[in-house]
C-alpha cells in the first residue's frame, strides 16, 4: 500500500506562483510513476504531468512551459512547480502514484484546492 498526503495549495493572483508537494508512505519502493491530475467544478479530473521512475515528464499541452514536475526520492516527495498561473488552472489538484510490480495499483492523495484570482 502507498499513501500520499498533498500540501501547498492556495490562493493566488492571476500569474503568481505555487509549488504542490506530495509526500508518499507505505511501500515507496513500489511506485514506478508518480502524476498529478486536477478537476474543476463540472469538469472531468485530467492528467496535468507526470514523471517515470526514470525522470521521464510529460505535460498537458496548456501547462507546457509553466508547470514542472520534479521527485526528490530522498524525501520521497513529488513536486509539482506552477508559475504564471492563469484563472483557468483553478482546480482540486490531486497526487498519483502507480505502484506494484507492473504500476498495476494506484493511490490517490486527498486533493488540494488551488484557485487563481484577482
Known amino acids: 500500500q502507498v499513501q500520499l498526503v498533498e500540501s501547498g495549495g492556495g490562493l493566488v493572483q492571476p500569474g503568481g506562483s505555487l509549488r504542490l508537494s506530495c509526500a508518499a508512505s507505505g511501500s515507496i519502493f513500489s511506485i514506478v510513476g508518480m502524476g498529478w491530475y486536477r478537476q474543476a467544478p463540472g469538469k472531468q479530473r485530467e492528467l496535468v504531468a507526470h514523471?517515470?521512475?526514470?525522470?521521464?515528464?510529460n505535460y498537458r499541452d496548456s501547462v507546457k512551459g509553466r508547470f514542472t514536475i520534479y521527485r526528490d526520492n530522498a524525501k520521497n516527495t513529488a513536486y509539482l512547480q506552477m508559475n504564471s498561473l492563469k484563472p483557468e488552472d483553478t482546480a482540486v489538484y490531486y497526487c498519483?502514484?502507480?505502484?506494484?510490480?507492473?504500476?498495476?495499483?494506484?493511490?490517490w492523495g486527498q486533493g488540494t484546492q488551488v484557485t487563481v484570482s484577482s
Open positions: 498519483n502514484a502507480d505502484y506494484g510490480d507492473f504500476g498495476e495499483n494506484v493511490a
Open positions: 514523471v517515470s521512475s526514470g525522470g521521464s515528464t
